[in-house]
């Protein structure tokens, strides 16, 4: 499937289908396609504070307005994400304005594509796929209310990766693997004490080697702000770019 007007639409399918595989199994969330619109259903899982996560999958705002109008939701609160070439859109966003929402947020999909060297040492990094494992990560990492999912483990297309240093867990990151060819990167996060020591780093690279010896081509992940610039040095360059848009708020 593509889209007219971004190129690599194929990176935001990627993105669409890893994050609610991951949703799917570990908190048995639901998606499904209605047209021209995607739906995330989340209920209430403790994902966000929305209970319906809207995507864009046309160009034209009326239409996609239409069908979210036409969607049963019974008044339960929803985001709306559309998708874009260029990191600006402001045309694209000024109708959204006027079909009645109000912006929330701009981000990257970012790509990359394999193969890449390899420079990190990635001696402290493992692979979760115990139960035990898991549950060792989660007595450091669950102290900064981090916490490596046990569900995830029954997923065969989803990785989890740990770090260690001075003798305990100090990150974690998790790889999905369920779009043909890509490697989308779900989570990153090294705790606060032991940032800027190249941890992180070697997190991405292990998933990197993992996509590489399983001949994987992209990888693709939507960036924090904090982890951009590491992303950048790694090669990482934006494919596209989606808008979080919310209904209005009536006066």
């Not at 639409?9 to 609610?20: C, D, E, F, G, T």
């Not at 048995?28 to 899982?45: L, N």
């Not at 032991?194 to 992209?218: K, P």
Request: with cysteine; hydrophobic share 40%; net charge neutral.
């Amino acid at each position: 499937m593509t889209r007219p007007g971004i190129e690599n639409w194929w990176a935001v399918q990627a993105m669409i289908a890893s994050y609610n595989h991951v949703y799917q199994v570990v908190h048995q969330t639901a998606y499904e396609t209605r047209g021209i619109i995607g739906v995330s259903i989340y209920g209430d899982a403790p994902i966000a504070p929305y209970q319906f996560e809207f995507l864009a999958l046309t160009s034209s705002p009326r239409d996609v307005v239409e069908a979210i109008r036409a969607y049963p939701m019974d008044g339960q609160s929803y985001v709306l994400d559309i998708f874009h070439e260029e990191p600006s859109a402001r045309n694209l966003k000024a109708d959204y304005i006027l079909e009645g929402y109000e912006f929330v947020r701009t981000g990257p999909i970012l790509g990359l594509r394999l193969p890449v060297r390899i420079r990190s040492n990635l001696s402290c990094i493992h692979k979760a796929v115990k139960v035990q494992e898991a549950q060792h990560a989660n007595e450091t990492l669950s102290t900064e209310n981090e916490h490596l999912p046990l569900r995830g483990l029954r997923g065969k297309h989803i990785h989890n990766f740990y770090a260690e240093a001075d003798g305990q867990v100090v990150g974690w990151a998790q790889l999905v693997t369920v779009y043909p060819g890509v490697g989308y990167l779900n989570q990153v996060y090294v705790m606060n004490a032991f940032r800027n020591r190249g941890i992180g780093r070697a997190l991405v690279e292990r998933a990197h080697l993992h996509c590489m010896r399983t001949h994987l081509e992209h990888m693709v992940l939507i960036p924090s702000d904090m982890a951009l610039p590491m992303y950048r040095r790694l090669g990482y360059r934006p494919l596209a770019y989606f808008t979080a848009l919310r209904p209005r708020e009536k006066e």
